[in-house]
């Protein structure tokens, strides 16, 4: 039953595959250095973590954030995934793939077990070559080299196909396995072995010994002699072993596994058959769903279809693991899937015995689609409405928001620095401030959603209408500030966009009250389910996955946030800045009584919002003049810790710790200091370290100013005025999703505009394009006609 394939202790190993396997191998021969094996390791592109992996196994896990803590894992492969499309032959590019992922998780400490087809598909290609070669010589011998007739091969049969590639696939298996310093060892079972209580613990101490050794076990039925399954087989209380999907299962009860993970052909378990127009991947598939599931046919190749999954995947949970069944052939994911797996992101469609007590991300998703879609209906006078009404409930409503944000600052005591702590802390004044920006957002919505922008004639009859519409479903990302909240809401409210709202959970008290008091104000008209508030388990990542759902991603947060996002959400556009490193360019024009106050309020007022200043660029003329002493007197009562830049530093006996990078934000109170020539030096240096966020410039030289302005390719440009001023509330947007530096659709502080898109509108009278053809009887005029005023009141 158990052969040992495992080679360790010698100096070197060489492997040469037979010659059939030759052309669908990587390389004719294998042979491993103990020194080469150091560098094999460094070729993985996945990360190598350590993470604890104490666990007592008794119930499977709830949530998927959970499966990093799988200590005991079995992977089953699918005939599907270890096959070739023809089914003669190996994948072996995507094997390779999986036996990486496989030893990086066993490197990490885990107990790996693989449950794997393929013998047949291996052995057949071996068959099919022996049987061509074997005709070809003996119509050589009878037709004395004359053209040799087509040859037919017959049909093969299964079991001695499993018996001639079973060796040869073992042998592969562990010639890969080989490159990770990791030895495998090869089972093959049959339903008595788990039936006869003698077999089954040997199987049990066998596979126990071989995880205590540290070896990967490599499991598969014995097609070679396996009778056929027969149906409705199953004993009493246990699944019966009929083909790789309930061996898996099997095993990974019998083990007492943490972790199984099925691997096919299609993404997961579909509520209609994959393929069709309706179908939807099901995320989590709670025991008893089944009944709400249409079973498609069963995968091209193996014993097994979806419906055979499903039951082993419910017998293995039941028995106390947890399934993911997952795409194993895709080649966008086939790299990483066993590996995003056990990380907890959402791959495939995980088994869980627990039901969430509110709605999925999907369906609040789906309820914010058509949330928003009724709110783009209503009329403005409506929308303001739900907006005055939040702003009433924020002050009315105000010594139940403190509590709740007094909670999640005694809860983020000693595990957050000062400046987050101080984004995470409300008040009153704070509440006010909030109350006055919705009121302005209101009074600004009256003329949003459905004004037309540009009219044409395009002939008789025929009118072209551009008018502003909602983007559709915003997901809206923020960390530590609450007051975001209802800002983000009312904006959402006033565009007629749906929204998804995803905070950090050091201010969930906060937000949760926030929400509520939302939905509360939007209930005034039976659309509560515009705004969601995702609270599920959910990562970031994962959220950023939701294409069909989401139409626009804007993140609020630390530069790390926004640029992780920006890498995640590869199919949804994301609004935002990754980083706010604002400049101040001091001319030697400048007026001494203004510099010292607005480099104080630029720096030091909240140092750790994204327009806070982060470099002084200082003429050098202003060296050694009381302009110059002035500015650092006052940053050293401020506490600010100065660093030098490098031509700063060079006008220096003893400088301040010159800076390790000009490109830095530093969101606390530290600044750069740098010395520039002129006003066109400083432009090249905003241009070279700045993150076109908001810069700013000092002097008294009105050309000079207007040079600047002019020149310096930022959102926002300023003349002697504060960094700080770089805000919707304080631009009279009313609030801001955000800060955007990208250079199309919205640029600078965001607000009701920048969450407008627009559509076109085509009134006719029976008007065909054929009537404008040369010989046609109608011509385009292509007339700009008068837009209807817009109401600024």
């Not at 052309?23 to 460094?42: D, E, G, M, Y």
């Not at 959970?66 to 089914?87: C, F, N, P, Q, Y």
């Not at 076990?217 to 027969?230: G, K, L, S």
Request: hydrophobic fraction near 40%; charge should be neutral.
């Amino acid at each position: 039953m158990l052969s040992r394939v495992c080679r360790s202790g010698s100096p070197s190993f060489t492997y040469r595959l037979l010659p059939w396997v030759q052309s669908t191998t990587l390389s004719r021969s294998c042979r491993v250095q103990p020194s080469a094996i150091r560098h094999v390791r460094s070729w993985s592109n996945i990360p190598f973590i350590t993470v604890p992996l104490s666990r007592t196994h008794g119930k499977s896990f709830a949530h998927r954030s959970e499966l990093k803590h799988a200590k005991r894992i079995v992977v089953k492969l699918g005939s599907a995934v270890v096959t070739r499309g023809d089914e003669c032959g190996l994948a072996l590019g995507r094997l390779a793939s999986i036996v990486e992922q496989v030893s990086v998780l066993q490197n990490q400490g885990r107990e790996m077990m693989l449950v794997t087809s393929g013998a047949v598909a291996f052995g057949k290609q071996r068959l099919r070559h022996e049987i061509l070669l074997s005709q070809s010589v003996r119509q050589a011998l009878h037709s004395g080299q004359n053209q040799l007739k087509e040859m037919a091969i017959p049909v093969l049969e299964a079991r001695a196909c499993a018996a001639a590639g079973q060796s040869g696939l073992m042998a592969l298996y562990e010639a890969m396995f080989t490159q990770y310093s990791i030895c495998a060892a090869q089972i093959l079972v049959t339903n008595l072995d788990f039936h006869d209580e003698q077999k089954r613990r040997n199987l049990n101490g066998t596979l126990h010994e071989l995880l205590r050794m540290n070896i990967v076990p490599i499991v598969n039925t014995n097609d070679a002699v396996v009778p056929p399954a027969e149906p409705n087989s199953d004993l009493q209380g246990v699944i019966s072993v009929k083909d790789n999907d309930s061996l898996a299962a099997r095993l990974a009860v019998e083990m007492k596994t943490d972790l199984l993970i099925v691997l096919s052909d299609v993404e997961g378990l579909f509520d209609n058959p994959p393929g069709s127009d309706d179908a939807k991947l099901i995320d989590i598939f709670y025991p008893g769903d089944q009944q709400s599931v249409t079973f498609g046919t069963k995968s091209r190749v193996g014993m097994g279809g979806m419906e055979a999954k499903v039951k082993a995947a419910l017998w293995a949970l039941q028995g106390g693991t947890s399934v993911v069944i997952a795409n194993g052939t895709h080649p966008k994911v086939s790299g990483h899937v066993i590996t995003d797996i056990v990380e907890g992101k959402k791959v495939g469609t995980f088994f869980s015995e627990v039901k969430p007590a509110g709605p999925t991300v999907e369906q609040q998703g789906e309820m914010a689609r058509s949330g928003g879609r009724m709110l783009a209906t209503l009329e403005p006078e409506q929308r303001a409405e739900i907006i005055h009404h939040l702003a009433d409930l924020l002050t009315d409503q105000r010594d139940e928001i403190l509590l709740a944000n007094k909670k999640d600052l005694e809860e983020a005591e000693g595990r957050l620095a000062a400046p987050l702590l101080k984004r995470l802390s409300l008040s009153t004044s704070k509440l006010n401030s909030l109350a006055i920006g919705l009121r302005q957002i209101a009074a600004s919505s009256q003329d949003s959603v459905g004004r037309v922008l540009r009219r044409t004639r395009i002939a008789k009859d025929l009118e072209l209408e551009q008018v502003t519409v909602p983007i559709g479903v915003l997901l809206v990302i923020f960390e530590s500030r609450p007051d975001c909240l209802p800002q983000v809401a009312a904006l959402a409210i006033a565009s007629g966009n749906g929204l998804l709202l995803k905070g950090g959970k050091e201010a969930s008290h906060s937000n949760r009250i926030l929400h509520l008091l939302t939905q509360e104000a939007l209930s005034i008209h039976g659309i509560k389910e515009a705004v969601q508030l995702v609270n599920t388990r959910e990562e970031v990542e994962d959220l950023c996955r939701l294409d069909k759902m989401i139409d626009l991603i804007i993140p609020r947060g630390s530069s790390q946030l926004v640029r992780n996002i920006q890498k995640a959400a590869k199919g949804i556009p994301v609004m935002g800045h990754s980083e706010g490193i604002c400049h101040m360019y001091v001319d030697s024009e400048a007026s001494v009584d203004k510099v010292t106050r607005l480099v104080r309020d630029s720096k030091c007022e909240y140092p750790a919002a994204c327009n806070a200043l982060e470099t002084l660029l200082i003429h050098r003329d202003l060296l050694r003049t009381p302009l110059f002493d002035q500015i650092i007197d006052m940053l050293r009562v401020e506490q600010v810790k100065i660093h030098a830049g490098p031509k700063f530093a060079s006008y220096l006996t003893f400088s301040p710790s010159e800076v390790k990078s000009l490109r830095t934000e530093y969101g606390d109170l530290e600044l750069c200091i740098e010395v520039v020539d002129s006003v066109q030096e400083a432009i090249d240096h905003i241009h070279k370290y700045g993150s076109s966020h908001t810069d700013v410039i000092v002097t008294e030289n009105e050309k000079t100013a207007e040079f600047f302005l002019q020149h310096v390719d930022s959102a926002c440009v300023f003349w002697n005025a504060s960094t700080r001023f770089s805000d919707g509330y304080r631009f009279g947007l009313g609030a801001e999703v955000g800060i955007s530096t990208s250079r199309i659709h919205a640029r600078g502080p965001v607000g009701l505009e920048g969450l407008l898109t627009t559509k076109w509108l085509l009134r006719g009278q029976d008007h065909v394009v054929s009537d404008f053809s040369e010989h046609g009887s109608l011509k385009y005029l292509h007339e700009n006609l008068p837009v209807p005023q817009r109401n600024t009141n």
